[in-house]
Nanobody
Framework: QVQLVESGGGLVQPGGSLRLSCTAS????????INWFRQAPGKEREFVAR????????EIVDSVKGRFTISRDNAKNTGYLQMNSLKPEDTAVYYC?????????????WGQGTQVTVSS
């Protein structure tokens, strides 16, 4: 059974921090790139960060660069998004995504989403 379960969202004050987790089961997590997206009300889903499965190269959107950090612990089958210095404009539903290309076929799974609300 393939599962990708997110946790760690919640309500936080501006300037605060949260760490989102994305825990995988039912597939070989270490073979997959991990991505984070977010979607605010009335807006399109936005790419946030990416970490390749086989390198330490990251891609982070400019609006969160320097505040967010993407990481993974393959031994725990878990990806993380550390969010510091949170701003009200960071409020969104955050989704993790894992993706790989194998024999020219795409394999991808999505987490269920977790709400992050930044407000006083």
């Amino acid at each position: 059974q393939v599962q990708l379960v997110e946790s760690g969202g919640g309500l936080v004050q501006p300037g605060g921090s949260l760490r989102l987790s994305c825990t995988a089961s039912g597939f070989t997590f270490s073979d997959y790139d991990i991505n984070w997206f977010r979607q605010a009300p009335g807006k399109e889903r936005e790419f946030v960060a990416r970490l390749a499965w086989d390198t330490n190269v990251t891609e982070i959107v400019d609006s969160v660069k320097g505040r967010f950090t993407i990481s993974r612990d393959n031994a725990k089958n878990t990806g993380y998004l550390q969010m510091n210095s949170l701003k009200p404009e960071d409020t969104a539903v955050y989704y993790c995504n894992v993706r790989r290309i194998f024999f020219r076929k795409e394999f991808a799974y999505w987490g269920q989403g977790t709400q992050v609300t930044v407000s006083s």
